[in-house]
Nanobody, 115 residues
Framework: QVQLVESGGGLVQAGGSLRLSCAASGSIFSSNDMGWYRQAPGKPRELVASISSGGTTNYADSVEGRFTISRDNAKNTVYLQMNSLRPENTAVYYC?????????WGQGTQATVSS
């Protein structure tokens, strides 16, 4: 059973943009924080951005001002708009939610930024 599905990754040039989407089941999405994480080659997985059920956002310092997280509660979807991309942003990006007190992860989507 797949309950979180990411899309929108790809290959872009430095300075370009990508818009990632994560469609989640209602039981994961409703009344829960959602987050985007990434794992770059040779580095641990890290939080990129999160958004609460009420819309409060939090960002890693390295992406503040360039990335925007948002959610559409009617569609059970969370987005990550990534602008001014840099090669160091190359990573697999994962969507995370909570269901029945457990973390739930999507399969990940690859974003590659060329110089």
């Amino acid at each position: 059973q797949v309950q979180l599905v990411e899309s929108g990754g790809g290959l872009v040039q430095a300075g370009g943009s990508l818009r990632l989407s994560c469609a989640a089941s209602g039981s994961i999405f409703s009344s829960n924080d959602m987050g985007w994480y990434r794992q770059a080659p040779g580095k641990p997985r890290e939080l990129v951005a999160s958004i609460s059920s009420g819309g409060t956002t939090n960002y890693a310092d390295s992406v503040e001002g360039r990335f925007t997280i948002s959610r559409d509660n009617a569609k059970n979807t969370v987005y990550l708009q990534m602008n001014s991309l840099r090669p160091e942003n190359t990573a697999v990006y994962y969507c995370k939610g909570r269901q029945w007190l457990r973390d739930r992860w999507g399969q990940g989507t690859q974003a590659t930024v060329s110089s």
